[in-house]
T-cell receptor, first 115, second 109 residues
Framework: GAGVSQSPSNKVTEKGKDVELRCDPI?????LYWYRQSLGQGLEFLIY????????KSGLPSDRFSAERTGGSVSTLTIQRTQQEDSAVYLC?????????????FGPGTRLTVL | GQNIDQPTEMTATEGAIVQINCTYQ??????LFWYQQHAGEAPTFLSY??LDGLEEKGRFSSFLSRSKGYSYLLLKELQMKDSASYLC??????????WGAGTKLIIKP
């Protein structure tokens, strides 16, 4: 596609439910990143994929968070047993992956609200 | 620890010049990024500096001093559409971006 796409754009869920967020990176981009942004805050790194492997999972806030990437393309971020503090905008970015300093291109984000 | 500092909010006048400062402390350094983020939208890339000095790109310029752990984004001939948050991010030795909280820039006519 022309840019990074994410779905859904908005998700409202009840505390304790599981949610799945999807990211479709720019075609040909091998690197994919997940970030979280709370209102008025900077971006919080969650996880990074190079191809299908995740060399850096250090940012995942708890074991309720997991992510996978298949076929070197689409990635899903799953949050189990959601809590109110999980409410934030979840941003996905992709880059060529040829060099670590490649520009990251962001998707529009998924706004998650946990009631 | 790792830390990025930038002002929370700045106000400037249409047509004027504004400089947004950023200081960083990261474990290692692989470059300094500036992104623009309009309210409710995703961040978009503005600039990347890894060497000391000024990089000019149209109305926007970015400066880096590695010895001082300091960068600034300079916006000239301000337009109303420049009202946005400007995010500073330093890339550490693990090639992970450490993000500042962003500077909200308000442009007044």
């Amino acid at each position: 596609g022309a840019g990074v796409s994410q779905s859904p754009s908005n998700k409202v869920t009840e505390k304790g439910k599981d949610v799945e967020l999807r990211c479709d990176p720019i075609s040909g981009h091998t690197a994919l990143y997940w970030y979280r942004q709370s209102l008025g805050q900077g971006l919080e790194f969650l996880i990074y994929f190079q191809g299908n492997s995740a060399p850096d999972k250090s940012g995942l806030p708890s074991d309720r968070f997991s992510a996978e990437r298949t076929g070197g393309s689409v990635s899903t971020l799953t949050i189990q047993r959601t809590q109110q503090e999980d409410s934030a905008v979840y941003l996905c970015a992709s880059s060529l992956g040829q060099g670590h300093t490649d520009t990251q291109y962001f998707g529009p984000g998924t706004r998650l609200t946990v009631l | 620890g790792q830390n990025i500092d930038q002002p929370t909010e700045m106000t400037a006048t249409e047509g004027a010049i504004v400089q947004i400062n950023c200081t960083y402390q990261t474990s290692g350094f692989n470059g300094l990024f500036w992104y623009q983020q309009h309210a409710g939208e995703a961040p978009t890339f503005l600039s990347y500096n890894v060497l000391d000095g000024l990089e000019e790109k149209g109305r926007f310029s970015s400066f880096l001093s590695r010895s001082k752990g300091y960068s600034y984004l300079l916006l000239k001939e301000l337009q109303m559409k420049d009202s946005a948050s400007y995010l500073c991010a330093s890339m550490d030795s693990n090639y992970q971006l450490i993000w500042g909280a962003g500077t909200k820039l308000i442009i007044k006519p």
